[in-house]
């Protein structure tokens, strides 16, 4: 990694950082200030694996810095997840998972709360480490 590189690698783990400690998030699962973050690579979506075909940027959490952290909100999602009912529309479960966010943020309290983001099931992948994936990453 060059000079350069590692120095703005750096500067986002600082920023990070006082973010992290910004959000009081240390007790919930402790920053790794040694992490990094990967390789970007393309992954071909099996429908269209020409040359040109669409192409899936992924990037690998599997050393990031607030993997423990990321870990502990998906425990947590799969808990809410489980709790849905097994017949569901995107859009009911959506209201579904809203109600929930917000009587448990109710419940915390006014200074702390939890959101929640919809991610495409194949960025699971990106916690798995690049020789896991079969790519040599350096």
Sequence with gaps: MGEQ???????????????YRAAALTPVAALDL??????????????????WGKRRPVVPGFAAPDRLLQNRISRCLCLLLSEIPGHFSVATTQQEIGDRLRKFNAELGAEDSVMAAGFDVKEMYVCEADTLAGFEGG
């Design 34 to 51: 040694s992490g990094n973050f990967g390789n970007l690579y393309l992954m071909l979506k099996h429908k269209d694996v020409s040359l």
């Design 5 to 19: 590189t590692e120095k703005q690698l750096a500067a986002v783990v600082e920023g990070m950082q006082l973010k």
